[in-house]
Nanobody, 120 residues
């Protein structure tokens, strides 16, 4: 009943920047926390950033200082601004959200992922 769709992935050179978006749609009453995860081949999936409805944020040490998470509650959208990108940032980036709907008090939903490749 709730769908998350990421966009903005692609190929960038080391040191470059990219801005990811994740829009939630469906039977949404409200969205609490939203976040971004990533997974690369041969690596564990990791949480990289999270944001509450009140704009409190958390970042993984691997991206802190380079990535910025933000949200637009009116659009049910979360963003990830990625700067100073490194080849190690190459991964599939997936967003998630804790959503309250008519049928459930709160449940976590996941997007399909968007590929980010950092290479020269």
């Amino acid at each position: 009943q709730v769908q998350l769709v990421e966009s903005g992935g692609g190929l960038v050179q080391p040191g470059g920047s990219l801005r990811l978006s994740c829009a939630a749609s469906g039977s949404i009453f409200s969205i609490n926390a939203m976040g971004w995860y990533r997974q690369a081949p041969g690596k564990q999936r990791e949480s990289i950033a999270a944001i509450t409805r009140g704009d409190s944020t958390n970042y993984a040490n691997s991206v802190k200082g380079r990535f910025t998470i933000s949200r637009d509650n009116a659009k049910n959208t979360v963003y990830l601004q990625m700067n100073s990108l490194k080849p190690e940032d190459t991964a599939v980036y997936v967003c998630n959200a804790a959503v309250r709907t008519l049928s459930q008090y709160e449940s976590t939903y996941w997007g399909q992922g968007t590929q980010v490749t950092v290479s020269s």
